[in-house]
């Protein structure tokens, strides 16, 4: 707030003759108050330092290893290929489908009053009664009980 008030000026109060504009003129450091010039260098000189700590520290040597293990786990590794590159092609026709879809001119904006209604319709179907979300987890469990194969 400091800064836009060393930076507001106000235009004459005498109209200009025709063909000549004058620039405002440029606040000068005696005419703003001492307080918002010290605010102001206070704020710039504001640093964030990052600290190491033995508890937020990961080791690469340790995060690397671990992979290596999961990989030499893995029994059928073109499968895992195949799926990760799948997964990487398919990522790059979204990308590119909703880069058409945006370039038509009224399309983006319908798109945002659909997924802005399904998401009202979530919200009342789902998440607002108590009887409702209690069916969502145990809808939400299934899926995982399925996925896993444990059922």
């Known amino acids: 707030m400091a800064a836009t008030a060393v930076l507001m000026h106000r235009f004459p109060a005498t ?3 025709a063909g000549f504009f004058p620039l405002p003129q ?11 010039l010290k605010e102001t260098r206070r704020s710039s000189q504001l640093l964030v330092k990052a600290s190491s700590s033995d508890e937020s520290s990961i080791d690469t040597n340790e995060l690397f290893s671990d992979l290596k293990e999961k990989w030499d786990a893995v029994e059928n590794k073109t499968t895992v290929i195949i799926y990760g590159g799948g997964a990487i092609v398919a990522v790059w026709l979204a990308s590119t489908l909703v880069g058409a879809v945006n370039s038509v001119p ?9 997924g802005l209604g399904y998401t009202g319709w979530f919200v009342y179907r789902y998440l607002l009664f108590k009887q409702s ?4 987890a145990t809808d ?6 399925k996925i896993a194969g444990s059922e």
């Open 26 to 36: 440029r606040p000068s450091l005696s005419s703003t108050p001492f307080n918002q």
């Open 15 to 17: 109209k200009p003759s």
């Open 133 to 136: 979300r209690k069916e969502l």
């Open 140 to 145: 939400i469990e299934a899926i995982k009980k």
């Open 106 to 114: 009224l399309l983006p904006k319908i798109m945002e009053l659909v």
